[in-house]
């Protein structure tokens, strides 16, 4: 059985944690779904998803609870990180913001409430590098970032919406803009934890029945 944790200290967390076992099923993969509020669980996990919410909260409480290394190490260790809108600021290497301490997981600059306040929240079909199927992926997006400046760094470009990236892979951290947590559609999720070569789950195929069927 796949630990997976749900960074919950703030955020759209229960839709991750189903999302994740949405995507698990599919694959015939179990998986118990734990919400990260404090230190000492991230360390038990082989996959992890950071929600959206608001990055300057999420980045407080994950700093002040001692969670912050912790999921810095999982990500070292190759385990596959999916971080959302909120989730993907604070994982980025500059939000900037002041108030929030990035994790500098993902090599890009990002800019918060990028898309307008008449379009705060609007749903967009992505043509999605690498992503299952042929149908576009069905993208909700809620006073999303940007992503800006992917060229001085590792991350390879997956998904942009009006010019702009919007998802972004780099090693075993993927990153969205958007919610993918908030369609039934979990090829997201699927992506980012089980078809992600450079992420230990993907790769070392664990139980008898990882293979795609
Ligand atoms: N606007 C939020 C922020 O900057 C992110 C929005 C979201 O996660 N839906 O933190």
Not at 16 to 45: D, F, L, N, Q, Y
Not at 83 to 90: E, H, K, M, S
Not at 154 to 176: F, K, M
Not at 192 to 212: L, R, T, Y
Request: aromatic share 4%; proline share 6%.
């Amino acid at each position: 059985t796949l630990e997976a944790g749900v960074v919950a200290v703030q955020g759209d967390v229960e839709e991750h944690a189903a999302a994740i076992e949405r995507a698990a099923k599919t694959r015939g993969r179990e998986v118990t779904v734990h919400e990260i509020r404090e230190s000492g669980i991230v360390p038990e996990c082989d996959l992890l998803a950071m929600p959206g919410g608001e990055s300057t909260t999420i980045s407080r409480l994950i700093h002040g609870e001692g969670i912050a290394p912790e999921i810095r190490a999982h990500v070292e260790a190759g385990k596959p990180l999916l971080a959302t809108c909120a989730g993907l600021i604070v994982a980025s290497s500059d939000p900037n913001d002041d108030r929030v301490d990035e994790l500098g997981l993902l090599d890009v600059t990002v800019e918060r409430n990028a898309f307008g306040r008449q379009k705060d929240s609007f749903e967009a079909p992505l043509e999605v590098e690498g992503l299952s199927g042929d149908d576009p992926y069905p993208a909700v997006f809620i006073r999303a970032p940007a992503i800006d400046d992917v060229e001085s760094g590792d991350a390879e470009v997956l998904a942009s919406w009006d010019g702009r990236p919007v998802a972004v892979r780099q090693g075993p951290v993927v990153g969205t803009a958007f919610h993918p947590e908030l369609t039934p559609d979990s090829r997201f999720h699927g992506l980012a934890f089980f078809e992600n070569d450079a992420a230990s789950v993907s790769a070392a195929g664990s139980g008898a029945d990882s293979s795609e069927s």
